[in-house]
Antibody
Framework: QVQLQESGPGLVKPSETLSLTCTVSGYSISGGYFWGWIRQPPGKGLEWIGS???????YYNPSLKSRVTISVDTSKNQFSLKLSSVTAADTAVFYC???????????WGQGTLVTVSS | DIVMTQSPDSLAVSLGERATINCKSSQSVLYSSNNKNYLAWYQQKAGQPPKLLIY???TRESGVPDRFSGSGSGTDFTLTINSLQAEDVAVYYC?????????FGQGTKLEIK
């Protein structure tokens, strides 16, 4: 079955760039879906960050668009997130999931907590 | 952006009883070209990622117990959990995917009374 796994540093300093990678197994990332990033601050709700297609087409949340870059590496069956100029408000569990662009999100990775602190 | 508003924020229901969670969108999520409501429901248990329960507002995901059902159209939707089980304790979210940005409701926390 399709599985997703997030990886990356759990601690990022303020003003730096957060970088995460999602590795997909059990399904080719080129198989026709969008792939997305969603975040959840501790104790709060879900916020869609953006989604990417294997061709590189991307859709970003306008609230984060100036700071977000999502890229895809089909040879590694991975897609990645970069969020620049982070502050404490960006502390959250970051999830990757299949979906976006008029499609629901399923399945989801287990999530990774990223804390922004000096 | 389409704002999704859930009610109530939390509720407590006795085992074996029915739980009802509402979700209202600020704009219709019904796409006229295919007459589908672009609305999903998720269940998130403590320490776990969200799990898809329902898509197209009323289509149950494979493997989801049939005590979970979704209904509604346009801007008003309902998730109903019949015969509540202890394992249904979770936070439930609705999500619209008809237009970018995809947006989620604030969540409804379901507990056992």
């Amino acid at each position: 079955q399709v599985q997703l796994q997030e990886s990356g540093p759990g601690l990022v300093k303020p003003s730096e760039t957060l970088s995460l990678t999602c590795t997909v197994s059990g399904y080719s990332i080129s198989g026709g879906y969008f792939w997305g990033w969603i975040r959840q601050p501790p104790g709060k709700g879900l916020e869609w960050i953006g989604s990417i297609y294997h061709s590189g087409d991307t859709y970003y949340n306008p609230s984060l668009k100036s700071r977000v870059t999502i890229s895809v590496d089909t040879s590694k069956n991975q897609f990645s997130l970069k969020l620049s100029s982070v502050t404490a408000a960006d502390t959250a569990v970051f999830y990757c999931a299949r979906g976006g662009n008029t499609n629901w999100f399923d399945p989801w990775g287990q999530g990774t907590l990223v804390t922004v602190s000096s | 952006d389409i704002v999704m508003t859930q009610s109530p924020d939390s509720l407590a229901v006795s085992l074996g009883e029915r739980a009802t969670i509402n979700c209202k969108s600020s704009q219709s999520v019904l796409y006229s070209s295919n007459n589908k409501n672009y609305l999903a429901w998720y269940q998130q248990k403590a320490g776990q990622p969200p799990k898809l329960l329902i898509y197209w507002a009323s289509t149950r995901e494979s493997g989801v117990p049939d005590r979970f059902s979704g209904s509604g159209s346009g801007t008003d939707f309902t998730l109903t959990i019949n015969s509540l089980q202890a394992e249904d304790v979770a936070v439930y979210y609705c999500q619209q995917y008809v237009s970018t940005p995809d947006t989620f409701g604030q969540g409804t926390k379901l507990e056992i009374k």
